[in-house]
T-cell receptor
Framework: ETGVTQSPTHLIKTRGQQVTLRCSSQ?????VSWYQQALGQGPQFIFQ???????GRGNFPPRFSGLQFPNYSSELNVNALELDDSALYLC??????????????FGEGSRLTVL | AQSVTQLGSHVSVSEGALVLLRCNYS??????LFWYVQYPNQGLQLLLK??????LVKGINGFEAEFKKSETSFHLTKPSAHMSDAAEYFC?????????????FGKGTHLIIQP
């Protein structure tokens, strides 16, 4: 089975720009979550998507948005980038439901630098 | 609201010695508790999880953790440290098992193994 893959691995943007990060879920998983990990900190929950709809959100502003596609891949979009958005963005997929434990499987992340 | 406190941002032990990483949590409902490990430039990997089935939880790579409700703790231990255990360790709590409420992570503990 394939694991969670994220792209790009590294990118640099300037303040005010927009960025799209992509994630391919592990095969068979139906749920995807996104986390932001600032340098030296633990990951913070941004939101979760299940069946193409957002079904949970952390304390992040609306300029953080996402999509989940029918093949369970996902995008994280961040508008009007700020310097504090510089972080490692982690995608995690899971299988929720009778056949799943909900265990999160993480990708290696996309490191965003905002200048 | 739930929270996690990891005591000690850095822990150093000698190879072969006991590893003890401390985690205290707060939660308004019976929690799901997790330990994750992160190696440099990689995503997070689940070591073990507590879901109320047993208070002593065994995980991968010889790690285990004990849930103590009276102390609101979930400390991670390993009897004998190995050089390959050097990594960042994160404790996390969830009310829904990593579902729509996401995981709340601690700030992490960097484990250093001395030869």
């Amino acid at each position: 089975e394939t694991g969670v893959t994220q792209s790009p691995t590294h990118l640099i943007k300037t303040r005010g720009q927009q960025v799209t990060l992509r994630c391919s879920s592990q095969s068979g998983h139906n749920t995807v979550s996104w986390y932001q990990q600032a340098l030296g900190q633990g990951p913070q929950f941004i939101f979760q998507y299940y069946r193409e709809e957002e079904n949970g959100r952390g304390n992040f502003p609306p300029r953080f948005s996402g999509l989940q596609f029918p093949n369970y891949s996902s995008e994280l979009n961040v508008n009007a980038l700020e310097l504090d958005d510089s972080a490692l963005y982690l995608c995690a997929s899971s299988l929720v439901g009778q056949r799943g434990t909900g265990e999160l499987f993480f990708g290696e992340g996309s490191r965003l630098t905002v200048l | 609201a739930q929270s996690v406190t990891q005591l000690g941002s850095h822990v150093s032990v000698s190879e072969g010695a006991l590893v003890l990483l401390r985690c205290n949590y707060s939660s308004s409902v019976p929690p799901y508790l997790f330990w994750y490990v992160q190696y440099p430039n990689q995503g997070l990997q689940l070591l073990l999880k507590y879901t109320s089935a047993a208070t002593l939880v065994k995980g991968i790579n010889g790690f285990e953790a004990e849930f103590k409700k009276s102390e609101t703790s979930f400390h991670l231990t390993k009897p004998s440290a190995h050089m390959s255990d050097a990594a960042e360790y994160f404790c996390a709590v969830s009310n829904l098992g990593g579902g729509a409420d996401g995981l709340t992570f601690g700030k992490g503990t960097h484990l250093i193994i001395q030869p």
